[in-house]
């Protein structure tokens, strides 16, 4: 089986030589070249033509989100981002998975090599996932005055409001990698009267403040980090904070959140197993369960029980995922009513809720 081919692009010499190490030790993947910076990259990739490119975001000559820019519109590749900046500003990372990043890795700001190697199985591993995702060409800029698609501004069908009784239930997603986006595809369509939403994405501490603030400016619905205690509103979305458990309890007639410091479940925190048993004893049929792009297997056997309790479910597919692993196990745990491509299931999901239960036909 032929090697993952990687190539490191890192302004520190001993940065590019840890990843180098960290690469060369594992039995499938290579280091085929390291670059100082993206100019003598962009001739590394034409002349090496790697599986996976590794790249930090400030460097000389052009910063690493420029790069990025450039090579997903050009010759779209998979590329994980390893860089300090991506944890010192989460907008950043954000921008990158935006642009179409798959993963990124925060190397530390003090003690590099040690950290570096502490990380090397994360590193590794989001490099192997990278190898196997779907790259998406990344689109031109939209022309001056024109609002980009799926935002607020974008002209779009009014929709009727919601009948009261769907406002009593609440939408479970659960997202890994390649989750920012899909999410945010998700969320942006909903009106300001749709029931309330409870999101885990695999994210560590220190992003998911900036993730939740990035989609509250897109989204007609509140979208904010969820808080331990707080009541689940109608036209609300509660994000899973990072490095912490989410999950749905009952207060007298009231949902309200849980945010809490158990042990990692499934190897994450937060975990989507965590939000979808909590849904699947909590809600019953009050919930609505949706399944998207992500590595693994978390949360897959938890919306089987979800669909055991009454929930229907959605999954997205294969074609539109960056990554078939967690919609994969869903669907394979009998999890699923529907799978469809990103783009069909909020229309999907608001047309249930429009419809009354008798009339809808399930699709698996």
Known sequence: ???????????????????????????????????????????????????????????PRMDGLEFLSRLMRLRPMPVVMVSTLTEQGAEITLRALEMGAIDFVAKPRIGVSSGLNELAGDIVDKIRVAASAHVKRLAAPASAGSPAAGTPGQAEPPRAPLPRMSTEKIICIGASTGGTEAIREVLVPMPADAPAIVITQHMPPGFTTSFANRLNTLCRIRVQEARDGERILPGHAYIAPGGRHFRIDRSGSNYVAVVEDTEPVNRHRPSVEVLFKSAARVLGPNALGIMLTGMGADGAQAMREMKDAGSYNYVQDEASCVVFGMPRMAIQHGAAHEVLPLSQITNAVLARLASSPSGVRHRI
Do not use: W
């Open 1 to 59: 089986m032929a090697k993952i081919k990687v190539v490191v692009v890192d302004d520190s010499a001993l940065v590019r030589s840890l990843l180098t190490e960290i690469i060369n030790r594992q039995s499938d993947m290579t280091c085929v070249g390291a670059a100082a910076d993206p100019l003598v990259a962009r001739e590394m990739i034409r002349e090496l033509n790697p599986d996976v490119i590794t790249l930090d975001v400030e460097m």
